[in-house]
């Protein structure tokens, strides 16, 4: 597994949760990394990205609340998410990807449970 998610969890409406990942791959940098979520029913979808030029997109849902970071030398990415919602229950996968998109990393996910 070259790319793994920690910090998931359960929390109730307007708490906080950080999860972290990690992109393993031998000498690969990522150009990009970034969460998605997968909410049951649903498709993947974007929640944050960052690029090594420091190029950061968000979910519009998330704006404010969320808060991406990564360490380029380390190739690991952190978010913080705050103010948490219930309609934040997902499954929360980590990416890393090069910039042609040839490497095209996954994690294998974390659940986030926001209750009400």
């Known amino acids: 597994v070259e790319v793994v998610e920690s910090g998931g969890g359960s929390v109730q409406s307007g708490g906080s949760l950080r999860l972290s990942c990690v992109c393993s791959?031998?000498?690969?940098?990522?150009?990009?990394m970034g969460w998605y979520r997968q909410a049951p029913g649903d498709q993947r979808r974007l929640v944050a990205t960052?690029?090594?030029?420091?190029?950061?997109e968000y979910a519009d849902s998330v704006v404010g609340r969320f808060t991406i970071s990564r360490d380029n030398a380390q190739a690991t990415t952190s978010l913080q998410m705050n103010n948490l919602k219930p309609e934040d229950t997902a499954v929360y996968y980590c990416?890393?990807?090069?910039?042609?998109?040839?490497?095209?990393?996954w994690g294998q996910g974390t659940p986030v449970v926001v209750s009400s």
């Open positions: 960052l690029t090594v030029r420091n190029r950061t």
């Open positions: 990416n890393a990807r090069s910039e042609d998109y040839m490497i095209n990393l």
């Open positions: 791959r031998s000498q690969f940098y990522p150009y990009a």
